[in-house]
C-alpha cells in the first residue's frame, strides 16, 4: 500500500511537472538565504565575542574586590604568586596573563586624548592572544629599551601618529602624584574591540610598575581555557580558593555582546517563521490547486470504494516531496555556500570603514551548526502538514456522485 502511494504522488507531481518545480525552487531558495543570513550574522557575532576574549577579558579575569567600579591602582589583585600556581597547574586552563591599567592622557604635539594605559609582557600576550595578529603597522615589540609603545588605530588617527612618533603618556601614579614618561610608537592594533583600538595605550609592564611606582600586584589576570563548557567550573574553583576576588567571564565584562547572541536566537526564529510561511503558502496553493482539478477523479476513487485515508495519504505524500526535495536543494547551496565562507571568509572590505564604527571585522567567517539544518527541516515538515489541511477539507465535504457528473 505504501508503495502504491508514493507511485500514485509521483505520477500526480510529474504531471504538474512545472508547477511543482516553481515551488521546490522557492522553498530551496528561501532555505538558502535563511542558512546563509544566520550562518554569517552568528559567525560576525563570535568573531566580536573572540576578539574580545583574545584581545581583553580572556574567557575569565580576575580583580581586586570592587576594582571594577573604582579602577584605582590601589586597588590591586597581590596573591599574583598563588593565582599562577593555581593556574599552571590547572589543567583546564590554556594560558593566562597579568595586566597593569591606569586611566590617563596621551599626548602628542598635534592633540591630546585621554586613554587606558595598559601594561603587559608581550611574550605571554601573544602565547595568550595571539595579539600580534592584530597589529596593522609597525612592529610587535616595545623596542630594545622597552621605551616603545603599541596603540590601537583609532587612538592612533585622533592623535595623528604614526611609527616613530612621540607620545607623552601621563597617569596618577600609587602616591597619587601624576607621572608622566616619554615614549615612540612601535607598532599600531586594530583589534575590532571598540574600547582598546579607541582608548588603548599598551606599554612594557615593567615600564608601568616603574612609572607609577607598583612595586607588586597587577590589575587585571585574563584567564583562556581549553573548552568553554568548563568555564563555569573553573569560575567557581578559583572563587573557592580566591573569595576575596571578582571572577568575571566575559559573558558579564561584554553584556552587549551577550545580548547580540540572543538577539540571534530571536532573529533566527523570525527567519524560520518566515520560512515556514512562504514554504506553506507555496505547497497550500499547489496542492490545493491540483485537489480541485482532480475532484472527479477522487470522486470515482470514493464512489468505488476507496477509503478516505488512503486518497488523504496521497495528498499528504505530494505534499511531503515538495517540501523534502526543497529542503534538500536548499541545503545542500545553502551548505556548499556557508562552508565556502567559513574556509575563505566573506569579503565585505567595502564597508570597512561601517564595520569599523562596530567594532566587526571587514572579512567575515561563516559558521556551520547542525541546529540550522534541523530548524529549518521541522519548519519545512510543518509547512507540508498544515498546507494540506484546508485542500484536504474541501475534498472531505465533495460528494462524490456530483464529482462524478462534473465534465
Not at 509521483?10 to 546563509?36: C, D, P, Q, T
Not at 576575596?244 to 566575559?250: F, G
Amino acid at each position: 500500500m505504501f508503495s502504491l502511494i508514493i507511485k500514485i504522488a509521483r505520477a500526480s507531481l510529474a504531471r504538474r511537472g512545472l508547477r511543482s518545480l516553481l515551488v521546490i525552487l522557492m522553498i530551496a531558495v528561501s532555505l538558502w538565504g535563511l542558512l546563509l543570513i544566520e550562518g554569517v550574522y552568528e559567525g560576525m557575532i563570535e568573531q566580536m565575542i573572540n576578539n574580545a576574549i583574545r584581545s581583553d577579558s580572556g574567557h575569565l579575569s580576575l580583580f581586586a574586590r570592587d576594582y571594577r567600579s573604582d579602577p584605582d591602582l590601589s586597588r590591586q589583585v597581590h596573591e599574583v604568586s598563588a593565582i599562577k600556581a593555581a593556574l599552571e597547574q590547572d589543567t583546564r586552563v590554556r594560558s593566562f596573563a597579568e595586566r597593569i591599567k591606569q586611566d590617563g592622557l596621551a599626548a602628542t604635539a598635534h592633540a591630546s586624548r585621554g586613554a587606558v594605559i595598559i601594561g603587559m609582557d608581550l611574550e605571554k600576550e601573544e602565547q595568550h592572544g595571539r595579539l600580534a595578529e592584530y597589529l596593522q603597522k609597525g612592529e610587535f615589540s616595545f623596542g630594545k629599551k622597552g621605551k616603545g609603545i603599541i596603540l590601537g588605530f583609532k587612538l592612533a588617527d585622533t592623535l595623528r601618529v604614526r611609527i616613530g612618533s612621540k607620545i607623552i603618556l601621563s597617569a596618577q601614579d600609587m602616591h597619587a602624584e601624576v607621572a608622566s614618561a616619554a615614549f615612540r610608537v612601535t607598532g599600531i592594533l586594530k583589534t575590532n574591540n571598540m574600547g582598546l583600538d579607541e582608548r588603548a595605550v599598551f606599554i612594557d609592564l615593567n615600564k608601568m610598575r616603574k612609572m607609577l611606582i607598583v612595586p607588586e600586584g597587577v590589575s587585571q589576570i585574563a584567564v583562556i581555557v581549553h573548552e568553554q563548557d568548563q568555564l563555569a567550573e573553573v569560575q567557581e574553583d578559583l572563587h573557592t580558593r580566591f573569595p576575596d576576588l571578582d571572577i568575571l567571564r566575559w559573558d558579564e565584562l561584554y553584556p552587549a555582546l551577550m545580548q547580540s547572541k540572543v538577539i540571534m536566537d530571536g532573529f533566527n526564529m523570525v527567519i524560520s517563521g518566515m520560512i515556514f510561511c512562504v514554504a506553506a503558502l507555496g505547497i497550500f496553493g499547489v496542492i490545493l490547486v491540483s485537489v480541485l482539478e482532480r475532484i472527479r477523479e477522487f470522486g470515482i476513487m470514493l464512489a468505488i470504494g476507496t477509503r478516505f485515508g488512503l486518497i488523504r495519504n496521497i495528498i499528504l505524500a505530494e505534499s511531503f516531496f515538495l517540501g523534502l526535495i526543497g529542503f534538500v536543494f536548499g541545503s545542500l547551496i545553502g551548505g556548499a555556500n556557508l562552508y565556502y565562507f567559513k574556509i575563505y571568509g566573506l569579503d565585505l572590505s567595502a564597508f570597512s570603514d561601517a564595520f569599523d564604527e562596530f567594532g566587526m571585522d571587514a572579512i567575515t567567517y561563516a559558521v556551520i551548526r547542525p541546529s540550522y539544518f534541523l530548524t529549518a527541516f521541522v519548519a519545512v515538515l510543518l509547512a507540508t502538514f498544515f498546507s494540506v489541511l484546508i485542500p484536504l477539507r474541501v475534498l472531505k465535504k465533495s460528494n462524490p456522485i456530483e464529482a462524478i457528473n462534473k465534465v
